[in-house]
């Protein structure tokens, strides 16, 4: 897998736009989105499931910057959000983990939503370490999701 | 005054957040809008008034990034715009000649914007030339700021 910010092939064919690292956190300061869900569900032993996601919505005239957040970052997907919006969407743990976490670490967004990237992040340290699955663990990650600025409707 | 993007007293003084370029053309793609405005006026010999501005939008907890941008535009102002929203706004004619045009010339949106751009900046360079003054010009822009995109309330 590449580098976070390194040519992928498709930039290399010339079929997506070329990002720098500064854009990108200017971007998303304005565009981007932290946000942990938590959902019941029976077959998790806690009886609940813990979400965390990154995501930027656009409206669909600008799908082309939606796929080269996929490119720059190496992970994610592009899908419809609502209406005429798409949203570039990592949900997986690890992509989070090892490409949007270190981006941002080195990177740090100058809005007030670097203080919900620190939350998105103590909840991603948890779960790796399988506190999201213990009660006390649990009851924290609710109480840190409780107080992330809630991402506007675009 | 200095060059756009030169560290000014209130940067070098440490109270004001040192942006660098990548970083607000991202977020001037995701935030900024590019708006020109015609209102009736009696007081003008065409009986319109052109009014192009360049403006962003945050929440007030991000005041501290609007007067960053001033700062870094070395122009314009931030004042309330609607309940709990501020906007750094640019409206004289000679600052957005000489500070926000040349900017987004050297560094290009990378977001549609980048059309409402281009379309603004036809618009003032007609304004330069007092074309905003003739029946015929005033036509020209006001179709060309009838194709321009809303910028949207947030």
Redesign the interface.
């Known amino acids: 897998m590449p580098m976070v910010g390194e040519p992928s092939e498709t930039l290399r064919s010339g079929l997506v736009?070329k990002?720098?690292?500064?854009?990108?956190?200017?971007?998303?300061?304005?565009?981007g989105c932290f946000h942990v869900g938590i959902n019941v569900h029976a077959d998790m032993t806690s009886g609940y499931q813990v979400l965390p996601e990154f995501t930027v919505v656009?409206?669909e005239?600008?799908a082309q910057?939606l796929h080269?957040l996929k490119a720059f970052f190496g992970c994610g997907v592009v899908r419809t959000n609502h209406g005429d919006r798409l949203a570039y969407r990592v949900r997986s743990q690890q992509h989070l983990l090892e490409r949007i976490l270190p981006f941002f670490e080195k990177h740090p967004l100058?809005?007030?939503k670097h203080i919900d990237f620190l939350k998105f992040r103590e909840v991603l340290l948890m779960m790796q370490k399988g506190e999201h699955l213990k009660g006390g663990g649990l009851e924290r990650i609710r109480e840190i999701a409780s107080k992330m600025n809630r991402c506007?409707p675009?």
């Open positions: 736009v990002l720098d690292p500064g854009w990108v956190t200017g971007f998303v300061d304005g565009e656009q409206h005239r600008d910057l080269a100058r809005s007030k506007q675009r």
